[in-house]
């Protein structure tokens, strides 16, 4: 089946760091991926629609200067943290749709990245 | 009013037994239903479609009533592996957007 893969599974950095988090769509071209957030015991909170070749699209209430999207190819979008802070830690997921005979409309997620800012 | 609701339990149900729980949706015009699964600290998984007609996977069984507008996930012969947290997610007649659900943790105990 499809695979998402997401790096790094964990990552603590210092507050005022950037962080990088990587999502890689493994077996299957996806131009389309979407980032979520969730907090201890939340829901999943999606941040943002990421484009390939284009802009990433932002939910309502979330920076875009601060959660930087770049989607350059049809299988690696990445989410940047900037200059993060302790409210930005959290548990980082992203996803993808695919969409072929057999598996349409099925999400898949990436094994999402856990971020302590010190 | 929250877009999708559920209730987040816990839901104890000793092994063996029969557990269900509602999802209700605000937004008449959404389109598909899904049920995922997800461990403590650990990625979604999908566990089932929901179709308008119903449909049932080994012990789990799912129902959309659109009257109403609440889907339904119903575990039969509970299994202790089946303590999860079970979202309810929404996509809308337009674009690619999902809504997730609060999520309904369920434990099931020996």
């Known amino acids: 089946g499809a695979v998402v893969s997401q790096h790094p599974s964990r990552v603590i950095c210092k507050s005022g760091t950037s962080v990088k988090i990587e999502c890689r769509s493994l077996d299957f071209q996806a131009t389309t991926m979407f980032w979520y957030r969730q907090f201890p015991k939340k829901s999943l909170m999606l941040m943002a629609t990421s484009n390939e070749g284009s802009k990433a699209t932002y939910e309502q209430g979330v920076e875009k200067d601060k959660f930087l999207i770049n989607h350059a190819s049809l299988t690696l979008s990445t989410l940047t943290v900037t200059s993060a802070h302790p409210e930005d830690s959290s548990f980082y997921i992203c996803?993808?749709?695919?969409?072929?005979?057999?598996?349409?409309?099925?999400?898949?997620f990436g094994e999402g990245s856990r971020l302590t800012v010190l | 009013r929250k877009e999708v609701e559920q209730d987040p339990g816990p839901f104890n149900v000793p092994e063996g037994a029969t557990v269900a729980f509602n999802c209700t949706y605000s937004?008449?015009?959404?389109?598909?239903f899904f049920w995922y699964r997800q461990d403590c600290r650990k990625e979604p998984k999908l566990l089932m479609s929901v179709y308008s007609s119903g449909n049932e996977d080994g012990r789990f069984t799912a129902q959309l009533n659109r009257a109403s507008q609440y889907i339904s996930l119903l575990i039969r012969d509970s299994k202790l592996s089946d303590s999860a947290t079970y979202l309810c997610v929404v996509k809308q007649a337009a674009g690619n957007k999902l809504t997730f659900g609060g999520g309904t943790r369920v434990l099931v105990k020996p």
């Open positions: 996803s993808a749709r695919v969409l072929r005979e057999g598996l349409s409309g099925e999400l898949f």
């Open positions: 937004n008449s015009a959404s389109q598909s």
